[in-house]
């Protein structure tokens, strides 16, 4: 089905990297989905094809074509990039950046018992945030940014593409503000018991998420999945790690996202 990058040995800090610039992305594509369906996939999304089919997906995935969507298709589908296995089985997972739900319907073909709830404050990519993920029963959807507190945000676009959004806040009274939860508000709302799987790429919103009201959550977090922004925004990781030290975290990486373990769950 797919290859099990972890568990990795989680009591070291291992820096385990994919190379996609070293191989074609039809090398990397055939290397994980196989001869025939590798180069389908890899011609379809050269081909900028709209809706794309997958066997390890139950249901077929849209794609904006001349956008970066295939680019952020091949990182999860052909490198790899969350291809791990949990020492549990996931049953309350949180997208938080959930972009157009590609990681989420990954999660859902995997772990279909497992309820996810995807968290993305940008207006396209929430619109096929929900085309991708409407078939599936344990995907809910939430229109809106992560933040320490209930708030508003505003989408700050200049100088980003699709994939990459960073959000501030604003007034609610502003014409394009969007609600801002919390993690804990998240997990109030849906009567989680604990968090299975928290993945977060925020584009740097991570600094202010972890600088407070973490302590009703952080701790009922079995695994992490974060990609940090500290080379193109510093600072931003200051608050992550000073929260994670407080607890019983170990950590390995994979690529660009760090993977975290509580060891106290």
């Not at 997972?93 to 497992?114: C, E, H, K, T």
């Not at 508000?185 to 407070?212: Q, T």
Request: glycine share 6%.
């Amino acid at each position: 089905m797919f290859s099990a990058i972890l568990p990795l040995p989680l009591h070291k800090q291992v820096a385990v990297r994919f190379f996609p610039d070293l191989m074609s992305s039809i090398t990397s594509a055939i290397r994980r989905l196989g001869l025939p369906v590798g180069i389908r996939s890899y011609l379809q999304v050269k081909a900028q094809r709209p809706t794309i089919s997958l066997p390890e997906l139950r249901h077929p995935v849209r794609l904006r074509p001349h956008t970066t969507d295939g680019l952020v298709f091949k990182q999860i589908f052909f490198a790899g990039e969350y291809d791990f296995q949990p020492p549990f089985q996931p049953k309350h997972i949180i997208d938080a950046g959930a972009n157009i739900g590609l990681f989420a319907v990954l999660m859902a073909s995997r772990y279909p018992d497992a309820r996810i709830l995807c968290v993305e404050p940008e207006p396209e990519n929430f619109g096929l945030l929900q085309a991708n993920t409407t078939h599936y029963a344990g995907i809910v959807p939430v229109q809106a940014g992560i933040w320490s507190r209930e708030a508003h945000l505003e989408v700050v676009s200049e100088g980003h593409r699709e994939w990459s959004f960073e959000v501030r806040e604003t007034a609610a009274s502003q014409p394009h503000a969007i609600p801002a939860v919390s993690i804990g508000s998240l997990i109030e709302a849906h009567s989680l018991p604990v968090i299975d799987i928290l993945k977060m790429d925020v584009e740097g919103a991570e600094a202010n998420i972890f600088s407070d009201n973490f302590e009703n959550w952080l701790p009922k977090t079995k695994m992490i999945i974060i990609e940090l922004h500290e080379d193109w925004l510093p600072g931003s990781s200051t608050s992550f790690w000073n929260a994670l030290n407080r607890y019983q975290f170990t950590h390995t990486r994979l690529g660009e996202n760090w993977y975290f373990i509580n060891e106290a769950l």
